[in-house]
């Protein structure tokens, strides 16, 4: 759902003639143009004041509510455009904007074939901001005028090296859309996995990385919520190997009674389970305990993307206290994270290991979760607030009728 308006590229084309002169004049258009933009994120009430002026030229785009649900899962989907001249730093206030879509694997091919709902995209199918998404789609521009010079801006925030050689991919829906596209380097037709869909654009950026990077498979590295007996199998036996088999922590002490008054996060690599964390929350604080991760997958930076998770669930439950205990020797993994030693925090011995205490005082979470929600948003499996549950679905069948005994 992509609308552009190019009234200056326009106005510029018709100066030259209408062959290959244009292209050129589009892209020296849009450097001079970008020089005169910036770029910025916003905040809900921005992205809501935004959302609601494009919506008055184009009245089916998504809910407001849709787009901030997105950006809290990851703050790179939206960026506000402005013109410097207009700009005030202390009080910023775009005046068009871009969204994008970091996509998994499954949700690129979801978007190749058709089957992802672009206007209330599962959660499911984008990526994280640490994580490496395997397809960007142009979910929605609105850039009326000069404001167009500052999509090349967004562009390349596309350009670090978590986005490096990732393809862009977009379906404009005016011919504005379509013009611009086409100097910023966009072909019709999107390729994916072996996929082929003719109705999207396509920016190939893959050779921008060296042939050894763009050769390996996508890193699928997920991290969710422990929902089945299976997947709790899978924790069991990753502490296992790890604890008692590397620590050598008997399995009484390892398994100490509290795993079913907890919340488990299981990490995979592909489909191979190689890490999780157990989280047990108390009135003014949740702790995090039992964070293990294979040997074989070690230094490859899971451990971090599980504690991220983990302070994200947290934080969406509406958790700013967060609190672990750190063997001494791994301390310098925690304060990466954010936490830090107690003051006054305790050193204590437990199955063999020294341990401090460690907290992280987390900011409030824009989107926690509160007395003030929909019923059906706290019915809904945990961490997976955003999307509508099986429990809600089931409203459409109503009430049963009541029948009387005897």
């Given at each position: 759902m992509t609308a552009l308006d190019l009234d200056?590229?326009?106005?510029?084309a018709r100066k030259r003639p209408a062959t290959g002169p244009v292209r050129?004049?589009?892209k020296m258009t849009m450097l001079q143009l970008a020089r005169r933009t910036v770029i910025f994120t916003v905040d809900a009430a921005g992205i809501a004041a935004?959302?609601?002026?494009?919506?008055?030229?184009?009245?089916?785009?998504?809910?407001?509510?849709?787009?901030?649900?997105?950006?809290?899962?990851?703050?790179?989907?939206?960026?506000?455009?402005?013109?410097?001249?207009?700009?005030?730093?202390?009080?910023?206030?775009?005046?068009?904007?871009?969204?994008?879509?970091?996509?998994?694997?499954?949700?690129?091919?979801?978007?190749?074939?058709?089957?992802?709902?672009?206007?209330?995209?599962?959660?499911?199918?984008?990526?994280?901001?640490?994580?490496?998404?395997?397809?960007?789609?142009?979910w929605c521009i609105h850039a009326k005028g000069t404001l167009v010079a500052g999509i090349p801006l967004v562009l390349q925030k596309f350009s670090t090296p978590l986005y490096q050689g990732i393809n862009i991919f977009s379906r404009p829906i005016t011919k504005e859309g379509l013009r611009v596209l086409d100097p910023l380097?966009?072909?019709?037709?999107?390729?994916?996995?072996?996929?082929?869909?003719?109705?999207?654009?396509?920016?190939d950026r893959s050779h921008e990385l060296p042939p050894m990077v763009a050769a390996e498979p996508v890193d699928q590295v997920t991290v969710q919520v422990v929902r089945s007996m299976e997947e709790m199998a899978r924790v069991m036996a990753i502490r296992s190997a790890v604890y008692m088999?590397?620590?050598?922590?008997?399995?009484e002490?390892?398994?100490?009674?509290?795993d079913f008054s907890a919340t488990h996060l299981i990490c995979h690599q592909g489909r191979e389970p190689v890490g999780c964390l157990r989280i047990r929350y108390f009135a003014d604080f949740a702790k995090f305990e039992r964070l293990a991760?294979?040997?074989?997958?070690?230094?490859?930076?899971?451990?971090?993307?599980?504690v991220d998770a983990a302070i994200e669930l947290c934080r969406k439950k509406g958790y700013r206290t967060l609190y672990a205990h750190s063997q001494k020797r791994l301390l310098n993994f925690w304060e990466q994270r954010g936490f830090a030693r107690m003051q006054?925090?305790?050193?204590?011995?437990?199955?063999?290991?020294?341990?401090?205490?460690?907290?992280?005082?987390?900011?409030?979470?824009?989107?926690?979760?509160?007395?003030?929600?929909?019923?059906?948003v706290l019915i809904r499996p945990e961490g997976q607030w955003d999307v509508p549950g099986i429990l809600e679905m089931s409203a459409a069948r109503g009430a049963a009728p009541l029948t009387s005994a005897g």
């Open positions: 200056f590229v326009r106005k510029a050129s004049l589009d935004l959302m609601d002026a494009a919506r008055q030229d184009l009245p089916g785009i998504t809910t407001n509510r849709i787009v901030q649900t997105v950006t809290n899962h990851n703050p790179d989907v939206f960026w506000a455009i402005a013109r410097k001249d207009h700009f005030d730093i202390g009080a910023p206030r775009g005046e068009g904007f871009l969204a994008a879509l970091p996509l998994t694997h499954e949700g690129t091919r979801r978007l190749i074939d058709g089957t992802l709902d672009t206007k209330n995209p599962d959660l499911s199918c984008i990526t994280r901001q640490s994580e490496r998404p395997a397809g960007i789609y142009v380097g966009f072909s019709p037709g999107a390729r994916y996995d072996g996929l082929y869909a003719p109705h999207l654009q396509m920016l088999g590397e620590q050598h922590c008997p399995f002490e390892e398994f100490d009674g509290n991760v294979r040997n074989e997958s070690r230094n490859a930076g899971l451990a971090r993307r599980i006054g925090g305790r050193e204590f011995t437990f199955s063999d290991f020294d341990y401090v205490e460690v907290c992280l005082d987390a900011a409030r979470h824009p989107a926690r979760i509160s007395l003030s929600e929909d019923p059906y």
